[in-house]
Structures are given as C-alpha cells and as structure tokens.
C-alpha cells in the first residue's frame, strides 16, 4: 500500500472484515486503525489438547476467564459473559477463534490458575476476568508468557502494560460530564461523593475537570452509606445548604436511590434548586435514575445505547433474560480479537495493535486501549427526562478532537 493511503485505511471495518456475518447487531459498529497489515490468517502447527469447556471452532485460542462459581452470588455475572461470548460468535460464525472458558472463582489464586491452563493450552490473548483479584493473578501468569489480558474489571489499579481494561472506567464518564457542563457555561460546583476507592477516583477526576475548565469548587461533602443508613448522606446534603445559593452545578456521581433522596431532601429545606444543574455518572445509567421524575433535567455521561438495546433484545431472545448493562463488554472483547485475527495476521494482539491510536467501535461505541492499560471511550451527554433519557451530546466518532 502506498504511503499517501496509509492513513485512509486506518479506519478498517471490523465488521467488513468478518464477510458474511450478521451485522444486525453491530450495524458497523466496530471499527479499528490496524494499517495495512496483512489479512491472511495464520494457519499453526499442533496445538495442546484442551480441557473444559469450549466455544467456538476456529484455530486461534483465546482464553475466556470469568468468575463461573465465586461466592455472593458472583457467579451469575459469569454466566452473563458466557451467554454473551456464545452470542458473539454465533453472529459472527466465521470469526477463526476458539474460547477456552476457564473459572476464575473471583480469586487472585483462581485467575493466575485459569491464565496458566489457557496459556498452557494454547491461548494467544486472555479476556478476562471480571474482579480486580482474579485480573492481579492472570496478569501473573501471562505477564510471564508475554501473552496479553483485556480484563473487564473497573479497578484502575490492576492495569498496566500489557494488561488492558475494556470496562466502563469511571474517570471517563466523570470527564465527559463535567467537561460538557463547563462548556455550558456551569463554573461554579458542589459535591456529594462517596467514601471508598470509587468515591476517591471520582473526586480525582472532579477536581481536575472543574480545574481544566476554569471553573471553582465551593464545597465537597463525602458521606458514607452503611447499608440501608442514609443519615449520614442526609446529613452532608443538609451541609450543602450555606452554598447552594453560590453554585451553578451539584455533582452526584453514585446511584441507587441516592440522587433523589439527595433532591428530595433539598426540596425538604426549601433550597433554590431553579438555577443548580444536578450532575451524575455513568451510575446513573439505570431504569431506577432515569425513570425519576424528581431527576428530570438532570446530565449524565454514557455509551451511547442504541447497539446495546439490538444486543439485549438478541440476548433475550436465546437466553430468557434482560443482561446487566456491562454485558456488552465481552461481546465487543470477542468481536474485537475475532476482527484482529482476521485483519492482523501474525501481529494480531502485539500492543501496537491493541494501543492503535484510533481505536475501535464497538456496541458501546468509540474505545481505545492506552499504553497503561486503561481506556478511553467516546460517551455521550444525556438528559434525563423523568420517563428516559434523551442525547443532548452525541458521543464522538473518533478520537481526533476532544481527547
């Protein structure tokens, strides 16, 4: 190819590249920059024999490692993955890859042993596991073999090179909201944050988009939630009173009832809520928020969900049952190594594919792998109405601006 059309075919169709598949799905959702790779497939040599479970036909081997009898009712999410995983490669029957399903038990010492047996059995590329833990001990063992891991756990701290998150992260949706209310004219902020490692990443990620966009922090309650004991969050939104008249936005990234009560009891204490624009997360992008009307008016960040309700429809139609929001995460993890084996040839899952600056579409929309191990994701604004949420910014289509 000659140079002057290199950046052209940087946005190959993983979905063209899979001829013949059903695209009802996807409907051109995956897209990726490999460059004028070599498409031809690898035909190997003889492989190890394989124990366990088994999806698919195709000569490339990719393990598959999911939390299939963890304790707390863990296992469920597993079950979900599977299906999903199983979906995927129905859809795309042609796709040259093998699924080695190996249980985790949500363990670090369950993930480094499931990494092993399917690293052992010939496995190019790990997907999986789900929880922080059980990634630590895959990444063990193929960080040993040079073999890499898309893990599907919102942790950030178990990423790292050659260990890479495809999950919803939460500093990528805390970014995409504050960034968007900054660009409408919101400067001046309160929050209500969770104690924890999620309440700290978010408030990480808060002070520096507020700090980007010029704008100033009045005040940061951070409460702690006890169960079903709500006083304490009761207590630090009561506190919020003395600036409520000198803020423009209120941020409120954890869900689960708790924006509404928050609302609910502002309302209680007659504060002026006409000119606070209330913010959330990518938590919020549950039937229990957006169904809310005390939230109506309310912005939050998310994917883009018109390819992940075409996924949950299929998904119900074989399996019986609506899958949790994130299910989408292994669908997109099979796609995209189906994609690379087909595109990439030899280099398929070498990082300068998997890190490729242009990144790929999935069902949930524009993602790309950085060389830490963490993802950046193109997310829209929405708008919650009360009965739903509507788009009032579309997510990006590509990470040429605004990244």
């Not at 296992?75 to 080695?100: C, E, M, R, Y």
């Not at 260990?163 to 939460?170: A, E, G, N």
């Not at 990528?172 to 944050?193: E, F, G, P």
């Not at 928020?289 to 969900?305: I, Q, R, T």
């Amino acid at each position: 190819m000659r140079v002057k059309n290199v950046h052209r075919s940087r946005r190959l169709v993983l979905k063209s590249v899979l001829a013949g598949a059903s695209a009802l799905l996807l409907a051109g959702c995956m897209g990726s920059t490999l460059g004028s790779l070599p498409g031809d497939q690898v035909q190997p040599g003889a492989q190890p024999q394989v124990t366990g479970e088994v999806i698919g036909t195709g000569s490339v081997r990719v393990g598959l490692l999911l939390p299939l009898s963890s304790n707390g009712g863990n296992a469920s999410i597993g079950t979900v993955f599977k299906n999903a995983a199983t979906l995927a490669l129905q859809n795309f029957p042609s796709a040259d890859v093998q699924l080695l399903v190996k249980d985790t038990n949500g363990t670090a010492e369950g993930g480094r042993a499931a990494a092993q047996a399917a690293i052992s059995e010939g496995a190019e590329l790990i997907l999986g596991p789900v929880f922080a833990p059980a990634v630590s001990g895959a990444a063990t063992a193929a960080r040993a073999t040079g073999v890499p891991v898309i893990a599907f756990s919102t942790d950030t701290s178990v990423a790292a090179r050659g260990v890479y998150l495809l999950s919803f992260l939460p500093e990528s949706d805390v970014k995409r909201t504050i960034s968007y209310a900054n660009s409408q004219q919101k400067s001046s902020y309160a929050a209500l944050i969770p104690e924890g490692s999620y309440g700290a990443v978010v408030e990480a990620a808060f002070r520096q988009e507020v700090g980007q966009g010029g704008g100033r922090i009045a005040t940061i309650q951070r409460y702690k939630l006890n169960g079903t004991d709500t006083s304490d969050l009761i207590a630090k939104t009561q506190a919020l009173q003395p600036v409520m008249n000198n803020i423009d936005a209120l941020f409120v990234p954890a869900a689960g009832g708790v924006p509404g009560l928050v609302v609910q009891t502002l309302v209680s204490q007659n504060a002026n809520l006409g000119r606070v624009k209330l913010l959330g997360s990518g938590q919020w992008d549950t039937a229990q928020e957006k169904s809310n009307p005390v939230l109506a008016g309310a912005w939050f960040a998310g994917p883009e969900d018109k390819s992940f309700q075409a996924f949950a429809q299929r998904y119900q139609s074989a399996y019986g049952s609506v899958p949790p929001r994130n299910a989408s995460l292994v669908y997109d993890g099979v796609t995209l190594a189906a994609g690379l084996i087909r595109s990439a040839g030899q280099q398929r899952f070498q990082q300068s594919i998997l890190t490729n600056r242009d990144g790929f579409i999935g069902i949930d929309g524009l993602f790309r792998f950085q060389s830490n191990g963490l993802n950046q994701r193109g997310l829209a604004v929405y708008q919650i109405t009360g009965s739903g949420a509507q788009v009032i910014s579309p997510a990006p289509r590509d990470f040429r601006s605004g990244f």
